[in-house]
């Protein structure tokens, strides 16, 4: 399905659109986007997400994102996250992640590198997605993402500190 999304057509309009410096077009373009279930403008919304302006484009970004049910946007969204300049968006990203509730498990490594190398409010989203995540993860599993964060900790800023120690007690087995 991954593939599929990826390689559907997109609409040089609605990505015209989307790129607009009228925020109530961007936001009618997201609207139209939003309940068509167009998947494949993910990395669009992505990219979107980190150059807006707009605290209103932003909000409507992060819920279109968190409201998104299918299995398949999983890795897309991932693949955003890795992406250097969708680095300003991380927070939102993550926000809309553990709002979805979908399983993001596979990926707690990235999460727990975020918490790492992120600022506080990146920190604070990866640890909710962290938290959530725990649930789908087998003991081994678990145990192996807590040594990189242990490992990380010297990294971490003073004021992440009692967010680390109370994550470290979360996955403590």
């Known amino acids: 399905m991954n593939q599929e999304i ?10 015209k659109d989307l790129r607009s410096p009228d925020d109530v077009l ?19 919304l992505l990219k979107l997400l980190s150059q807006t302006k707009s605290e209103l484009i932003e909000k409507e970004l992060i819920i279109f994102l968190a409201d998104i049910k299918e299995k398949s946007v999983v ?16 927070a939102g990203i993550l926000s809309a992640i553990w709002q979805s509730g979908l399983d993001y498990s596979r990926y707690l490594d990235l999460f727990i590198q975020l918490f790492i190398e992120g600022d506080y409010l990146v920190a604070l989203e990866s640890f909710s997605v962290i938290e959530q995540s725990l649930v789908h993860l087998d003991v081994q599993k678990i145990e192996e993402d807590r040594k990189i964060l ?10 992440k500190k009692p967010l680390a120690r109370e994550l470290l007690n979360l996955m403590q087995i």
């Not at 009618?28 to 669009?44: C, E, Q, V």
């Not at 890795?75 to 991380?90: D, S, Y």
């Not at 242990?150 to 003073?158: F, K, N």
């Open 6 to 15: 990826r390689k559907k057509k997109k609409d040089p309009q609605l990505l």
């Open 26 to 44: 961007v936001l009618k373009t997201l609207h139209k986007l939003r309940s068509a279930g167009h998947l494949a403008y993910i990395p669009d």
């Open 75 to 90: 890795p897309l969204i991932v693949a955003g996250l890795t992406q250097p300049g969708i680095k300003v968006a991380h």
């Open 150 to 159: 242990l490992e990380g900790l010297e990294q971490i800023t003073e004021n």
